[in-house]
């Protein structure tokens, strides 16, 4: 019984010390460790042994469950470190690289892309985008366009003036375009 566990021992000690990756590891362990291993059984089956090699063979099994497990530990861990150090070699960053362009933040408001579409639109059908200040004279609004002084859209009901004014015909008074 002793060469019995002497074997399944040095077979484990090969078996384990063979293990290339963690999964293949724990299919050592469970083939001589777990519930239906042959070690496992042997201890179940001591009581069955005579008291004179009932001692012996307990102990004996007892002490190459512990010596296995300890080097299962141990080679897992051997494992682990070796696959960290193998994944940090193949992720790591070349910073002599040129960055990402950071993500647009935001987005445009829907007035502006609405705006834009419709000048692409008016562009498309060859006219020009003239842009110009948003407050402006009653002079250039009105009287160089020739509106007469008594068209309604220059009534203070039709028209935003910046600053309240009681004669709409001044030429210097200020209104929204």
């Given at each position: 019984m002793l060469k019995r566990i002497?074997?399944?021992?040095?077979?484990?000690?090969?078996a384990i010390a063979g293990a290339?990756?963690?999964?293949?590891?724990?299919?050592?362990?469970?083939?001589?460790?777990?519930r239906k291993a042959e070690l496992p059984n042997l201890l179940r089956n001591v009581a069955q042994l005579p008291p004179e090699e009932r001692a012996q063979t307990g102990k004996a099994a007892n002490e190459a469950r512990r010596t296995l497990e300890g080097q299962i530990e141990r080679r897992a861990g051997d494992l682990?470190?070796?696959?960290?150090?193998?994944?940090?070699?193949?992720?790591?960053?070349?910073?002599?690289?040129?960055?990402?362009?950071?993500p647009s933040v935001g987005h445009l408001h829907l007035i502006t892309k609405t705006r834009r579409e419709i000048e692409d639109v008016f562009v498309g059908l060859g006219f020009n985008i003239a842009e110009?200040?948003?407050?402006?004279?009653v002079y250039y609004n009105f009287d160089a366009l020739n509106h007469a002084p008594t068209h309604p859209s220059r009534l203070m009901t039709?028209?935003?003036?910046?600053?309240?004014?009681?004669?709409?015909?001044?030429?210097?008074?200020?209104?929204?375009?």
């Open positions: 002497a074997d399944i021992k040095q077979k484990a000690e090969q290339a990756s963690a999964q293949a590891l724990e299919e050592v362990r469970i083939r001589y460790l777990g682990e470190a070796s696959e960290l150090d193998k994944r940090l070699a193949e992720d790591r960053i070349d910073v002599t690289l040129p960055a990402d362009p950071l110009g200040p948003e407050v402006e004279t039709d028209t935003f003036y910046v600053k309240p004014t009681t004669d709409i015909f001044d030429p210097n008074a200020v209104l929204l375009r």
